[in-house]
Protein backbone atom coordinates (compact mmCIF):
# COMPACT_ATOMS: atom_id res chain seq x y z
CA UNK A 1 0.00 0.00 0.00
CA UNK A 2 0.73 3.55 -0.70
CA UNK A 3 0.20 6.04 1.80
CA UNK A 4 -0.12 10.02 0.77
CA UNK A 5 0.07 12.82 3.26
CA UNK A 6 -1.05 16.58 1.92
CA UNK A 7 0.06 19.61 3.80
CA UNK A 8 -0.01 23.29 2.51
CA UNK A 9 -3.97 24.44 2.49
CA UNK A 10 -5.12 27.30 4.07
CA UNK A 11 -7.23 30.53 3.81
CA UNK A 12 -6.04 33.27 1.38
CA UNK A 13 -6.93 35.87 -0.26
CA UNK A 14 -7.72 36.29 -4.12
CA UNK A 15 -4.29 36.98 -6.09
CA UNK A 16 -2.93 35.03 -3.18
CA UNK A 17 -0.72 32.02 -3.31
CA UNK A 18 -0.14 28.92 -1.57
CA UNK A 19 1.95 25.82 -2.04
CA UNK A 20 0.32 22.24 -1.26
CA UNK A 21 3.05 19.00 -0.73
CA UNK A 22 2.51 15.28 -0.65
CA UNK A 23 4.83 12.91 0.45
CA UNK A 24 4.30 9.67 -0.42
CA UNK A 25 5.25 6.72 1.98
CA UNK A 26 4.91 2.86 2.18
CA UNK A 27 5.10 0.05 -0.19
CA UNK A 28 6.65 2.85 -3.29
CA UNK A 29 7.22 1.31 -6.05
CA UNK A 30 8.23 3.20 -8.95
CA UNK A 31 5.31 2.03 -11.21
CA UNK A 32 2.96 2.37 -8.40
CA UNK A 33 3.71 6.28 -8.60
CA UNK A 34 4.50 6.77 -12.15
CA UNK A 35 1.99 9.61 -12.17
CA UNK A 36 1.27 12.25 -8.79
CA UNK A 37 -0.55 14.95 -8.91
CA UNK A 38 -3.36 17.15 -7.92
CA UNK A 39 -7.24 16.69 -8.18
CA UNK A 40 -9.97 19.33 -6.35
CA UNK A 41 -13.56 19.21 -5.16
CA UNK A 42 -15.89 22.16 -4.71
CA UNK A 43 -19.23 22.09 -2.73
CA UNK A 44 -21.76 20.37 -5.08
CA UNK A 45 -19.13 19.52 -7.74
CA UNK A 46 -17.32 16.63 -9.21
CA UNK A 47 -13.83 15.91 -8.33
CA UNK A 48 -11.81 16.85 -11.06
CA UNK A 49 -8.13 16.91 -12.49
CA UNK A 50 -6.03 19.97 -11.55
CA UNK A 51 -2.44 19.20 -12.65
CA UNK A 52 -0.25 15.81 -12.68
CA UNK A 53 3.22 14.80 -13.25
CA UNK A 54 5.14 11.85 -14.07
CA UNK A 55 8.51 10.75 -13.05
CA UNK A 56 9.73 11.61 -16.03
CA UNK A 57 8.42 14.72 -16.01
CA UNK A 58 5.33 14.79 -18.55
CA UNK A 59 2.78 17.04 -16.98
CA UNK A 60 -1.02 17.61 -17.56
CA UNK A 61 -3.12 20.96 -16.16
CA UNK A 62 -6.58 21.65 -16.56
CA UNK A 63 -7.33 24.64 -18.65
CA UNK A 64 -8.80 26.42 -15.83
CA UNK A 65 -5.13 26.62 -14.17
CA UNK A 66 -2.66 27.08 -16.76
CA UNK A 67 -0.77 29.89 -16.26
CA UNK A 68 -1.37 30.73 -12.81
CA UNK A 69 -0.26 27.18 -11.59
CA UNK A 70 2.70 24.95 -11.22
CA UNK A 71 3.38 21.11 -10.67
CA UNK A 72 6.40 19.81 -9.88
CA UNK A 73 8.24 16.35 -7.84
CA UNK A 74 11.10 15.16 -6.63
CA UNK A 75 11.59 11.44 -7.43
CA UNK A 76 14.06 11.46 -4.46
CA UNK A 77 11.87 11.76 -2.11
CA UNK A 78 8.58 10.86 -3.56
CA UNK A 79 7.09 14.07 -2.98
CA UNK A 80 4.28 16.49 -5.48
CA UNK A 81 4.15 19.85 -5.04
CA UNK A 82 1.63 22.80 -6.63
CA UNK A 83 2.46 26.31 -6.38
CA UNK A 84 -0.66 28.09 -6.71
CA UNK A 85 -0.62 31.61 -7.75
CA UNK A 86 -3.21 34.52 -8.76
CA UNK A 87 -5.98 32.65 -6.43
CA UNK A 88 -9.36 32.97 -7.43
CA UNK A 89 -11.99 32.47 -5.44
CA UNK A 90 -13.23 29.46 -8.06
CA UNK A 91 -9.94 27.41 -6.70
CA UNK A 92 -11.65 27.56 -3.45
CA UNK A 93 -12.07 23.31 -2.91
CA UNK A 94 -10.90 20.46 -0.79
CA UNK A 95 -7.11 19.61 -2.99
CA UNK A 96 -6.55 15.81 -3.27
CA UNK A 97 -2.94 14.06 -3.93
CA UNK A 98 -3.21 11.42 -6.16
CA UNK A 99 -0.92 8.58 -7.53
CA UNK A 100 -1.11 5.79 -10.33
CA UNK A 101 1.15 4.02 -12.64
CA UNK A 102 -0.29 6.35 -15.69
CA UNK A 103 -1.76 9.87 -16.04
CA UNK A 104 -5.37 9.74 -15.30
CA UNK A 105 -5.44 6.32 -13.31
CA UNK A 106 -5.57 7.14 -9.82
CA UNK A 107 -4.73 3.83 -7.58
CA UNK A 108 -4.03 6.29 -4.21
CA UNK A 109 -5.75 9.40 -2.84
CA UNK A 110 -4.35 11.27 0.02
CA UNK A 111 -7.17 12.98 2.52
CA UNK A 112 -7.40 16.14 1.53
CA UNK A 113 -6.47 19.40 2.27
CA UNK A 114 -8.76 22.59 2.70
CA UNK A 115 -8.17 25.47 0.27
CA UNK A 116 -10.23 29.00 0.30
CA UNK A 117 -9.96 31.56 -1.40
CA UNK A 118 -11.59 34.68 -0.18
CA UNK A 119 -11.47 38.50 1.13
Known amino acids: QVQLVESGGGLVQPGGSLRLSCAAS??????????MGWYRQAPGKQRELVATITSSNSIKYADSVKGRFTVSRDNVKVTVYLQMNSLKPEDTAVYYC???????????WGQGTQVTVSS
Open 98 to 108: AAGPSTGRVDY
Open 26 to 35: GSIFTFRVNA
